[in-house]
């Protein structure tokens, strides 16, 4: 089999090991559920797929968010050649959002609709349609906005997780909180 076609098993499995770590399972935890879901077996390698599959949809109902591809949308451009600004803050930020499973799509395409949505009000309804055209005042804006919205998705991922996180947390604070519980995650 090439590395080019379709494999279903080894989607599965990944994606259940994205979940593991997604809901922050340690490796007791891990094999447990495995084996409740699993039908008794606590590796996934010695799965079929229906169990696969079994264990996928329970890691669902205990919160596991899978992240769909960007699909179609065009991806970033990387922020080595491009400015070091809010622009490329926004970006970053774009994306660790995506990765962290807070969007669904974090295509440049998808920030580009946000940016415009975001901006539409201040600009005469039209909004600013590509996020390298914001300068000024409309990029400091439109990055507070995006923290704004990451700092209620870091909150409300840490309270979910049973952590009690202090309303009045910077996101700085959620931000450095939140990864030291996910580690090296993203």
Same mark, same amino acid.
């Given at each position: 089999?090439?590395?080019?076609?379709?494999?279903?098993?080894?989607?599965?499995?990944?994606? !259940?090991? !994205? *979940?593991?770590?997604?809901?922050?399972?340690?490796?007791?935890?891990?094999?447990?559920? @495995?084996?409740?879901?699993?039908?008794?077996?606590? $590796?996934?390698?010695?799965?079929?797929?229906?169990?696969?599959?079994?264990?996928?949809? *329970?890691? %669902?109902?205990?919160?596991? %968010?899978?992240?769909?591809?960007?699909?179609?949308?065009? @991806? &970033?451009? $990387?922020?080595?050649?491009?400015?070091?600004?809010?622009? &490329?803050?926004?970006?970053?930020? /774009? !994306?660790?959002?995506?990765?962290?499973?807070? !969007?669904?799509?974090? $295509?440049?395409?998808?920030?580009? $609709? /946000?940016?415009?949505?975001?901006? *539409?009000?201040?600009?005469?309804?039209?909004?600013?349609?590509?996020?390298?055209?914001?300068?000024?005042?409309?990029?400091? %804006?439109?990055?507070? &906005? @995006?923290?704004?919205?990451?700092?209620?998705?870091?909150?409300? #991922?840490?309270?979910?997780?049973?952590?009690?996180?202090?309303?009045? #947390?910077?996101?700085?604070?959620? @931000?450095?909180? /939140?990864?030291?519980?996910?580690?090296?995650?993203?």
């Amino acid at each position: 089999m090439t590395q080019t076609q379709y494999n279903p098993r080894r989607q599965l499995v990944t994606k !259940i090991h !994205i *979940a593991r770590t997604q809901l922050g399972m340690d490796e007791e935890s891990y094999r447990a559920n @495995l084996a409740h879901y699993g039908n008794g077996k606590t $590796s996934s390698a010695d799965m079929t797929i229906p169990q696969l599959e079994a264990v996928l949809e *329970a890691f %669902k109902q205990l919160g596991f %968010k899978p992240v769909k591809k960007a699909g179609k949308g065009r @991806l &970033s451009p $990387s922020t080595a050649d491009g400015p070091k600004d809010e622009r &490329s803050a926004i970006r970053a930020l /774009w !994306i660790f959002m995506h990765r962290a499973g807070f !969007i669904n799509d974090g $295509s440049e395409t998808a920030l580009n $609709s /946000w940016v415009q949505r975001m901006t *539409a009000e201040a600009n005469g309804g039209a909004g600013i349609a590509e996020v390298q055209w914001l300068r000024h005042e409309d990029a400091a %804006k439109t990055l507070n &906005s @995006l923290k704004r919205w990451a700092r209620r998705c870091l909150f409300e #991922d840490l309270k979910k997780r049973g952590y009690q996180p202090e309303p009045k #947390d910077s996101y700085n604070q959620l @931000l450095k909180r /939140w990864e030291r519980i996910n580690g090296a995650m993203l």
